[in-house]
């Protein structure tokens, strides 16, 4: 069956300094992936998504990046965060085979101090 | 464009009352539609889908039918447990925007013993 990590699960960082989260699908291949952000209130922000190795389409402009160095990895990351950055960050995957569901992470929660 | 509207919550209920959460949606085309529930700190699970029009999908209790007449895809649940408590998501994926969700904002449901 398909697993989906995210790490950290929780991350505290002062202001200007580099982010990197993680994220890795185990038991299928070539997923689309997806990042999103959560911020204080419920609702979910498309960040970045990505359907193949070093293929990433940005939805918002911002202060954040994406990579996929590998198939089932993909990495958000920031040079310099801003307390704006602030928020829950979940991945998630899917598979075009199927009817579209995503299937998401445990998630990470970044505060920006 | 493709969108989703929920009904605002909170919803407050009492435990064994029935629930409906509104979910109304505008696309081309047929779109997927879905519901995601988030518990407090966690990723979305999904918790039922419905592919095509009259399609019913259930999943522990809750149900939604896919009305194309009305775009609707109201949840419902007959009997709420205070374990039900949490964030619900209607999303909705139309196959021409490739495998990306349109999510609604959310509705959070508290129920009370």
């Known amino acids: 069956s398909q697993t989906i990590h995210q790490w950290p699960a929780t991350l505290v960082q002062p202001v200007g300094s580099p982010l990197s989260l993680e994220c890795t699908v185990e038991?299928?291949?070539?997923?689309?992936l997806y990042w999103y952000r959560q911020a204080a209130g419920r609702g979910l922000q498309l960040l970045f998504y990505s359907v193949g190795i070093g293929q990433i389409s940005s939805e918002v402009p911002q202060n954040l990046s994406a990579s996929r160095p590998q198939d089932r990895q993909f990495i958000l990351s920031s040079k310099k965060l801003l307390l704006s950055d602030s928020g829950f960050y979940l991945c998630?995957?899917?598979?075009?085979?199927?009817?579209?569901?995503?299937?998401f992470g445990p998630g990470t929660r970044l505060t920006v101090t | 464009g493709n969108s989703v509207t929920q009904m605002e919550g909170p919803v407050t209920l009492s435990e064994e009352a029935f629930l409906t959460i509104n979910c109304t949606y505008t696309a081309t085309g047929y779109p997927s539609l879905f519901w995601y529930v988030q518990y407090p700190g966690e990723g979305l699970q999904l918790l039922l889908k419905a592919t095509k029009a009259d399609d019913k999908g259930s999943n522990k209790g809750f149900e939604a039918t896919y009305r194309k007449e009305t775009t609707s895809f109201h949840l419902e649940k007959g009997s709420v447990q205070v374990s039900d408590s949490a964030v619900y998501f209607c999303a909705l994926r139309n196959r021409r925007g490739g495998g990306k969700l349109i999510f609604g904002q959310g509705t959070e449901l508290s129920v009370k013993p």
């Open positions: 038991g299928t291949s070539n997923p689309n």
């Open positions: 998630a995957w899917n598979d075009l085979a199927g009817d579209g569901e995503q299937y």
